[in-house]
């Protein structure tokens, strides 16, 4: 699988963490698109910059990170195709995944300490999608609110 991963500046140290945690699973590709330094960048451009690998299907799933999160998170999902989730907890990150079958996690690098973030990656990694058709009703009901 292919996991694009991008952040602003106020998430640099945040997404070099994550990226230790994708390699920890050998099947995981990881496409770094920035921002690489401390200096100020606008998120929705590092927004557009994943969700776009992911809708033209270079990557599978993306990773967004900014100060809270919820910035990358809005950015994303003004994007057709795309079902951010922005996740502060293990039980989200896994809902995100089984029920939504969210293609981009959002994360918070002012907010979650690396041991926390770590295993909201592994268990959104981790957890596939039910197919539930209760579940790809819903969606194909949110993909109907897409402009």
Known sequence: MK????????????????????KEFADIEIHDVGTFGTDPVDYPEIAAKVCNEIVTGISE???LLCGTGIG???AANKIKGIRCALCNDVYSAKMSREHNN???LALGGRVLGFGPADEIVRAWLTTDFSGAARHERRLHKIANLEC
């Open 102 to 104: 969210a293609n981009v």
């Open 72 to 74: 990358m998170s809005i």
């Open 3 to 22: 996991v694009t991963i991008g952040s602003d500046h106020g998430a640099v140290a945040l997404k070099e963490e994550v990226k230790m945690v994708l």
């Open 61 to 63: 799933r993306g990773i």
